[in-house]
């Protein structure tokens, strides 16, 4: 059973920075595809970042694109999002998700993870 645990989301001041994580278990994220999604109350889910399973390319929504950063570490089977800069419009729900594939994806993930809240405090 294929498992991905977010972390790291909370209250921060705006401007302030996270770092989110996201651990994956019960398969390798080699040859998988990973990307951050987001949903704030209200609203619904949106792309943040994507990257390729090498991490040689990655794929920004534009609304964080400078800000923020997706990183993956294959042989720890984790996916980081570093966000800085950080809005109060950043306050949302942060889920992680998988796919197959050798490309960088904004849409038709396989897997979820449940989610870390940020809320960024103006």
């Known amino acids: 059973q294929v498992q991905l645990v977010e972390s790291g989301g909370g209250l921060v001041q705006a401007g302030g920075s996270l770092r989110l994580s996201c651990v994956v278990s019960?398969?390798?994220?080699?040859?998988?595809?990973m990307g951050w999604f987001r949903q704030a109350s209200g609203k619904e889910r949106e792309f943040v970042a994507g990257?390729?399973?090498?991490?040689?390319?990655?794929d920004y929504a534009d609304s964080v694109k400078g800000r923020f950063t997706i990183s993956r570490d294959n042989a720890r089977n984790t996916v980081y999002l570093q966000m800085n800069s950080l809005q109060s419009e950043d306050t949302a729900v942060y889920y992680c998700?998988?796919?197959?594939?050798?490309?960088?994806?904004?849409?038709?993930?396989?897997?979820w993870g449940q989610g870390t809240q940020v809320f960024v405090s103006s």
């Open positions: 998700a998988g796919r197959p594939g050798l490309g960088v994806y904004r849409e038709v993930y396989d897997y």
């Open positions: 019960g398969r390798t994220i080699n040859r998988y595809a």
């Open positions: 990257i390729s399973w090498t991490g040689g390319s990655t």
